[in-house]
């Protein structure tokens, strides 16, 4: 078990690292402005390709689920293992609420990917596999990430063990919390398919 200190240290260097809003940054330096005023203002991949530029939101998508890669596999190796779903579970909220915009931030999802990935790339690839499938059947991407979010924690416990599934769960409570306004649009029928323009 890790002292004190150490906790002290993951929670603290894992979200200031998932703080950075790397879509508001790539787009700034592009010229494209504040991302924020464009699309739904997320600061995610999502509302990056809004822009035209797809460059721009595979780079994203790449560097926020790296934040919670990361933040994992520095803690695991380099501090202790036993804290590095909590470096994860930190770097996802640091994504969500920034302190560098005001704690106004994404949605998590990708940063969420990228922690399951560095926990387990069984983990990981497993709970793509219900993305990927959710997305083939009913093309809306708001509701694949809803339902492999959901099922990621019991996936963790079996195949990682007890020791992250709780932190899974609270970062998918985080994401459901995060897509209320998209889960009231599934409810009504309303939340648009993937390639047409959403709200997401």
Request: aromatic share 12%.
């Amino acid at each position: 078990m890790a002292y004190s200190g150490e906790m002290v240290l993951v929670l603290g260097f894992s979200y200031l690292l998932g703080s950075v809003p790397f879509g508001l940054l790539f787009t700034k330096v592009a010229g494209l402005g504040d991302i924020r005023n464009v699309g739904s203002g997320n600061i995610g991949a999502t509302n990056v390709l809004r822009t035209g530029r797809k460059d721009l939101a595979l780079a994203t998508l790449i560097m926020d689920a790296g934040k919670g890669a990361i933040a994992v596999l520095l803690t695991r190796y380099f501090i202790d293992p036993t804290l590095a779903p909590l470096a994860g579970a930190a770097a996802f909220i640091g994504h969500c609420f920034p302190i560098y915009l005001k704690f106004k931030g994404g949605k998590g999802v990708a940063t969420f990917y990228g922690t399951l990935f560095a926990i387990s790339p069984l983990l990981g690839l497993t709970c793509g596999i219900i993305w990927v499938a959710m997305a083939a059947v009913f093309r809306i991407s708001s509701l694949s990430a809803l339902v492999a979010s959901l099922l990621a924690p019991l996936v963790s416990f079996y195949l990682v063990g007890p020791e992250s599934w709780i932190f899974i769960a609270f970062m998918t409570l985080v994401i459901y919390i995060r897509h209320r306004e998209n889960i009231a649009r599934l409810m009504k029928g309303e939340e648009p398919k993937i390639g047409k323009k959403d709200k997401q």
